[in-house]
Structures are given as structure tokens and as C-alpha cells.
């Protein structure tokens, strides 16, 4: 079937456009280098302007890069967020959000950490993880250096970033050496059936564009590597297996009506509520996958949404 008819006006002739990625007939790295060169066009990050810095990595691994936007004005301890960028965990790079990235930390006033970690299948689960959260401890142990008021760090990210977003908070609280002001959720990957065979829900109205069934499974199958479900960190992989999710952060998930992802971001949520985790959960209508980042009113009032979110829980 097909659902154009379905996606946002303003944004239905971008969508039906949209490139997309078949890991059967098509190369990765050309995947990797137009999702780069469309995003950084798209928010206009070409231009933005950075810091940049190596951080300690994960025990025995190699250095993390950060990029970091600060807001206008520094007022002594700002809060934080950490950044993780989507691009299902396969592809993608923190500088190709620069532009929305930079809007961002003006809007709310708070320094932005993204941070560049290793992609699958080159280096499969849990490095991805353990670059965020090392770039985590980073963040909060110089926080004081940075300005950064350490009891206001949140942990944010979009698609595969929503999933590796999702996976560092749990990490936070099982660790036990960070506690998190909140989690930002968008659209995020959680699910490791998702598109499968095996998948809990399969509604034919969602995943058709951006972000489909046949990528879905490409990009786990990248991730997981051999990691078996019995696993004990399987539920870091995969957040929707997570045993138990009660002592996790105030948590916003948006997703979209459309989106490949819309069912087990749901249903996470309401496991977050039965759990007694402040949550709050917006789904949009006519929305596909990355439907915030395509120029539209939708577009504007999802991002008037996320700073509101944002400025709420820090």
C-alpha cells in the first residue's frame, strides 16, 4: 500500500523524494555520505560553528570526539544536555545537526555535548553505548570546568541516538555513578523486532518512508552482532527488553503517527507510566520518520514542543 496520502501536505513532496536505502542492492558508505550531505544541507549546519574535543573512551578503546554548542549567554552551572544523533546506530555523524543543534542550545540555554560514536557493523554492540556513556562521566566529572551544573544533565537523542539515549540512561542508573535530571526521546529505535517476523505489531500505515522494515532490520542485525537474547545486556542493546525500567529519569517521547517506530515507542512509554516514571508521550499526526527536520509548520511546532520539554525538565 501506499500512505502518501496519509504524510503532512507540506511535507508530502519532500517525503515521496526522500532517498532511500536498500541494504540488499545498495553500498553503506554511500548511504553513510548522502544521509551526512542531505542532513548538513537540510539544517544548514555547513556553517555552524563548534567546539571540538577528544575525550577519554570506554576502558581500552580508543578516544571519543565531542562537539559542543553553547548557548549565548553562560551563567554559572547552565545545565546540560547530552546529544546523541541518529542514522539507525549504521551511519551518521554529531556535525551534520550542527545547525539544529546550535538553534537548540540558544533556545533552551544550555550547553550541548553530541557526541561521535563508533557505528555497527565496523564495531557492533555495546561500543556505540559506551562511547555515550563515557562521554557521560566526562560530562559530568568536568562539569565544573564546563560550567555545567552536574544535577542538570540530561540525555537526548533521535532514531538509533534515541535508542543509544534510551540505553545510557539505564546504564546511568544501574552504574550508579550519574543520576540524570531526564531523558529526550525522539522517535527512538528501541525494539529489535521492529519489521521482523517476530515483531509484536505490524501496522501496514507505518514505515513506508524514511525509515522502513528492510532497513530496520539491516541496521540491528548490524548492531547486535552475535549478542544472544538471553544475554544479560541485551536489554542495553535492545531497550524494549529491558527487564525493569522503575528508577529511570523523567522521560518526552515524540514520535510520529507514520513512523516505523511509533508502536514501541508507545508501548515503552507505557511501561515508563506503570513504572511511576514521570513521562510524557506526543505522537503527530501525518508524521513519517525525521518529519521534524523537513521545513514545514508541523516541523516548527514539534521543535516548539521539544524546546518547551526541554526547558520543563531542566
Known amino acids: 500500500m501506499t500512505t502518501l496520502g496519509l504524510v503532512d501536505a507540506q511535507q508530502r513532496d519532500m517525503v515521496a523524494s526522500f532517498p532511500s536505502f536498500d541494504p540488499e542492492r545498495d553500498d553503506l558508505t554511500k548511504f553513510r555520505e548522502e544521509l551526512v550531505e542531505g542532513t548538513t544541507a537540510l539544517l544548514k549546519s555547513g556553517s555552524v560553528r563548534y567546539d571540538e574535543r577528544m575525550i577519554p573512551g570506554p576502558e581500552g578503546a580508543p578516544d571519543v570526539r565531542v562537539i559542543l554548542f ?6 554559572e552551572a547552565t545545565p546540560a544536555i547530552l546529544y546523541v544523533h541518529g542514522g539507525g546506530m549504521i551511519a551518521g555523524t554529531p556535525d551534520m545537526q550542527a545547525g539544529a543543534l546550535e538553534r537548540l ?4 540555554g544550555t550547553l550541548i555535548v553530541s557526541v561521535d560514536y563508533r557505528l555497527a557493523p565496523e564495531t557492533p554492540f555495546p561500543a556505540g553505548l559506551e562511547d555515550v556513556y563515557a562521554a557521560l562521566l566526562w560530562l559530568h566529572a568536568g562539569a565544573g570546568g564546563l560550567g555545567v551544573d552536574p544535577d542538570r544533565i540530561m540525555v537526548m537523542g533521535d532514531s538509533g541516538g534515541g535508542c543509544l539515549a534510551a540505553g545510557t540512561a539505564l546504564l546511568a542508573r544501574d552504574r550508579g555513578k550519574v543520576k540524570l535530571r531526564a531523558q529526550v526521546l525522539i522517535y527512538p529505535m528501541l525494539d529489535v523486532r521492529t519489521g521482523g517476523a517476530d515483531a509484536p505489531s505490524d501496522d501496514p500505515t507505518t ?4 525509515w522502513t522494515r528492510a532497513q530496520n532490520r539491516h541496521a540491528w542485525s548490524a548492531v547486535r552482532g552475535g549478542l ?14 529491558v527487564r525493569e525500567v522503575a528508577g529511570l529519569p523523567a522521560t518526552y517521547i515524540l514520535t510520529g503517527a507514520l513512523d516505523l517506530f511509533r508502536d514501541e515507542d508507545v508501548t515503552f512509554a507505557h511501561r515508563l507510566w506503570r513504572a511511576g516514571v514521570s513521562t510524557e508521550l506526543v505522537v503527530y499526526a501525518n508524521a513519517v520518520h525525521g518529519f521534524d527536520l523537513l521545513p514545514s509548520a508541523l516541523a516548527e511546532r514539534a521543535h516548539h514542543d521539544v524546546v518547551a520539554a526541554v526547558r520543563r525538565l531542566l
Do not use: K
Not at 542550545?105 to 533552551?108: I, N, P, W
Not at 514505515?207 to 524514511?210: M, R, S
Open 70 to 75: 553553547r548557548p549565548p549567554e553562560i551563567r
Open 105 to 108: 542550545a540558544v533556545e533552551t
Open 228 to 241: 544472544a537474547a538471553t544475554d544479560p545486556g541485551f536489554g542495553y542493546l535492545s531497550p524494549s527488553f
Open 207 to 210: 514505515g513506508e518512508f524514511v
